[in-house]
Each structure stands twice: as structure tokens, then as C-alpha cells.
């Protein structure tokens, strides 16, 4: 979803982690990388500056919180003002004793029929009994089209291929559904070309209707343009939402999305496919984080200050130099034990959204835990300078930790080749969790 702009905004996050210092010069890169992905995704520019600017002004202040690297505090400000153009998180519940109507409404071929089964099917899984009506008598194939996906996802469909006039076909479909099923989605032609004839057709359904949610379909293809729709349509109604479909492969959808977003519209579902499973609640600030890769970035400044990392400035410059002790080491894992799962930290850790595939995890964890006893075994002075470790004082620890002698030797070995990785890449992968 989104590839294009994720990437952006992902390498850019990763060159400010991976930079050497972030200077006035580091930040206004940054920014301008965020610039240019934004706007590749035809995100509006007076947005892309407001937020821009913010950031840069932020991130060049000198008082960040304590706590906090600059680093980390740079791109949480970048998810917030994210977040922020986006808009809250809204709920779409409905009563479950009364039959609630949804009402489908957008030009043609913006997702409408394809969206009205992803619809079904999510209300199914959240436990609504679901029913789905036809009021498509202007497109051919339509009745066909909608009844595939419907039977696909065994969800109950209503039509009159014989009727010609739609409004009558919905109000026949409420009927129809009224008493035993709780919500009911109408799917409708949508044959305008342009936003002021799609008001105009949607409030009279609406009127004869009488729905409890009217959700306008937006095609994130068209960008930036989704402006004028969703605008339109937020003035028109009160009880509306809106669904911004084909946002996988959309290099624009970045921009369609933050366009409605600044209407005051709500946005609750976005469509990623033309599978019926490929919907998803909209939640900006989950939406964000996919995009950045950061997991949930929220946690990670949460954690952060939790796990009280206390900046231990000498011990941070001897790890970088590689020359990290093992008692360096046994530091380092108890600080990862207060971070919980390792495969959790990683996931935290920006730029390293792919990691965890290729690592079997919970392998590394019991390693590490065995880890952590070998050196509790270990003597002050063997922890000081582990290169006085014999074949008798292997022996001994090993029997003290209750693990293989194999074992403390990996260990050694994976603490001398650490030592080397760390003075090579002067200790930039773990630079922003040790400092
Ligand atoms: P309608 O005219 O508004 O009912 O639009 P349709 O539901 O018929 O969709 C028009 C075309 O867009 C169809 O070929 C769908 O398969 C396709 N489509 C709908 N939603 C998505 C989506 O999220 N992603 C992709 N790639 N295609 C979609
Ligand atoms: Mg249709």
C-alpha cells in the first residue's frame, strides 16, 4: 500500500538515524526528503509546507525533553503532524436491535460494488447479520458483479434486475431485510461525472431512505482531487464518512487521503485491493506508523522513558569504540530484558522494519536469558578483560551457569565479533537506544 511514499519516508527516516550528527544541516534534509516524498504523492503544498515547516522549527529548537534523542524526538514529530492532518479515529458501531441502513454513494468505477461486499463482510466478522442491495439498475452486469462477491462472502444479497428505478429497489431491499438483519448496505449506480449531480442524487435517496450513515466512495487514484468530492459532501451531510479504495498502487493515495482528511471529513475505511478482505479501519495513527515502519512509534518514546535509560555517556563511548566490556554487555541485555520481547524492541527500532523475518526470535531470546547467567558467573576480573578465559574458568562458569561449556565459548565469540561490528559501524545500529 502506498510503496512509493512509504519508501520516502522511510529512507528518510533512515538517513537521519544512520547520520553521523544531527546538525541544522542533518534536519533540513530531512525535511526536504519529507518534502519531496509528500508531495510525490500528490499531497496538497500548503500542507506539505505547514507541516514541513513545523518540524523543521521544532527539530531546531535545542530543549528537548530529557530522556529523549534527538533523533527519536525529530521523528515523533513527524508522526504527530501525520497523525494530525489526518484527523481522529471515529467509530463505526452500530445498534445491534435495529435495522441500520448504508447507504453507498461516489461516481462511477470508484469502488463502490467492490466496497459494498468488503463492507458485508467485515460487518459479518464484527457480528452484525448483514444484508446487501442492488440499486445499481444503470450499469449492465452490475446485479452480476455484486452477486460473485456477495456469494463469496456469504453474504445475503437483494435484487430486481426487473425494476428500473432505483430508489424504488432500495426501499423494496429495506423491506426486504427490515426484520432480520441488522444492518443493510445499498449499493447505488453513481453515474455522475461531477460532485455537484452526486449531492444532488445523494440527498434525494437519502431523503426518501432515511439512512443511518451515508459513506461516499472516493477513488484514491485521482489524488489530490479527492478535495473537491469530500468537500462537497462533508458540507452536504452530517451523517457521513468516507472510503478511500485502490490505495494499493495509488502513488496519489497519500495525497487523496490527506486532501479529504483536510476537509473535516471523516475518513473510516480505506480499501488496499480488489479482494474482499482487503479493507481496513481507518485509524490515522496506526495508518502512520505502517507507513513510517516504526511499529507503533507511541510506545517506543513510552518505553523509552519507562525503561529510564539513563544517558551513560562513558559507557556509550567505549561501546562505540568497540571496546565494549562484558560487563558493557550484561548492561545491555538487562536494559533489552526491560523492554520485554526482543522481537517487540526491534519491531520499535526505526529503519529496522524487516529484521525480524530473518531472525528466529524466540531462539534469541533463550539465548540471551542463558547469556545473561553466564556472565552473572563470571568473575569482576574475567569481566573485565575476558580474554583471560582458559579452558578451566570456561569449565567453571559453565558449571555456575548451568549451560554448555559450547555455549560460554559462543558467547565469547559473539561478544568479540560484537566488538568488532560495533567499532566498524562506530555503533550506529544501536546508537539511539545506548547513547
Ligand atoms: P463502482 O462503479 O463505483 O461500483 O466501482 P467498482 O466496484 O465496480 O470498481 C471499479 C473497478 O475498480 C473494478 O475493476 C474493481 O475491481 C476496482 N477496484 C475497486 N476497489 C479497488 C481497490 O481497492 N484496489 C484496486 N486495485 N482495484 C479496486
Ligand atoms: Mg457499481
Redesign the pocket.
Known amino acids: 500500500m502506498l510503496d512509493q511514499l512509504k519508501e520516502g519516508l522511510r529512507n528518510a527516516i533512515k538517513k537521519l538515524i544512520y547520520s553521523d550528527v544531527v546538525d541544522e544541516q542533518a534536519i533540513k534534509e530531512f525535511v526536504h526528503d519529507i518534502q519531496r516524498s509528500l508531495l510525490q504523492s500528490d499531497v496538497n503544498v500548503k500542507i506539505v509546507l505547514e507541516i514541513t515547516s513545523k518540524i523543521e522549527k521544532e527539530a531546531l529548537k535545542s530543549d528537548i525533553p530529557v530522556g529523549l534523542s534527538k533523533r527519536d524526538y525529530i521523528i515523533n514529530l513527524l508522526f504527530n503532524e501525520l497523525v494530525k492532518i489526518l484527523g481522529t479515529e471515529s467509530k463505526v458501531e452500530f445498534p445491534r436491535n435495529k435495522c441500520n441502513i448504508i447507504l ?1 454513494v ?11 461486499s ?1 463492507l458485508g463482510k467485515y460487518f459479518l466478522r464484527e457480528g452484525y447479520q448483514v444484508g446487501v442491495v442492488c440499486a ?1 439498475t444503470f ?1 449492465p452486469g ?1 446485479f452480476e ?1 455484486l452477486k460473485t462477491m456477495c456469494e463469496r462472502g456469504k453474504i445475503d444479497l437483494f435484487e430486481k434486475s426487473e425494476e428500473k428505478n432505483a430508489t424504488k429497489i432500495a426501499i423494496e431491499g429495506k423491506k426486504f431485510f427490515e426484520q432480520n438483519k441488522n444492518i443493510v448496505i445499498i ?1 447505488t ?2 453515474r455522475h461525472k461531477e460532485e455537484k449531480e452526486l449531492i444532488r442524487e445523494m440527498k434525494e435517496i437519502d431523503t426518501v431512505l432515511n439512512p443511518q450513515m451515508v459513506l461516499l ?1 472516493i ?2 487514484t485521482i489524488g489530490q482531487q479527492s478535495f473537491a468530492q469530500a468537500k462537497a459532501f462533508h458540507e452536504a451531510t452530517s451523517i457521513g464518512g468516507i472510503v478511500i ?6 502513488a496519489k493515495g497519500g495525497g487523496a487521503i490527506a486532501a479529504a482528511a483536510s476537509t473535516q471529513a471523516k475518513i473510516l475505511f ?5 479482494g474482499i478482505d ?1 479493507i481496513e479501519k481507518f485509524v490515522s495513527e496506526r495508518f502512520v506508523s505502517r507507513l513510517l515502519g516504526l511499529g507503533d512509534i507511541k510506545a517506543i518514546l513510552e518505553r523509552v522513558k519507562q525503561a529510564e535509560i539513563e544517558p551513560d555517556e562513558p559507557r556509550a563511548r567505549r561501546i562505540m569504540a568497540g571496546k565494549m566490556t562484558i560487563d558493557d554487555l550484561y548492561d545491555q541485555l538487562m536494559k533489552l530484558k526491560k523492554f520485554g520481547s526482543m522481537r517487540k524492541l526491534l519491531d520499535l527500532i526505526p529503519g529496522m522494519p524487516d529484521v525480524d523475518k530473518s531472525i528466529n526470535m524466540d531462539e534469541l531470546e533463550g539465548r540471551l536469558e542463558k547469556w545473561r547467567f553466564v556472565i552473572q558467573s563470571m568473575t569482576k576480573e574475567e569481566r573485565q578483560d575476558p580474554d583471560i578465559l582458559n579452558a578451566s574458568r570456561i569449565r567453571r562458569i559453565a558449571r555456575g551457569s548451568g549451560v554448555d561449556e559450547k555455549e560460554v565459548k559462543e558467547m565469547i565469540k559473539q561478544y568479540n565479533n560484537m566488538k568488532i561490528v560495533m567499532k566498524r559501524t562506530k555503533g550506529k545500529f544501536l546508537r539511539g537506544f545506548i547513547r
Open positions: 453507498l461516489g461516481i462511477q468505477g470508484s469502488g463502490k460494488t467492490t466496497f459494498a468488503k445499481d450499469r452490475a458483479q449499493d449506480a453513481g466512495v477513488d484514491g479504495t485502490k490505495l494499493d498502487g495509488a480505506i480499501s488496499t485491493g480488489e482487503d
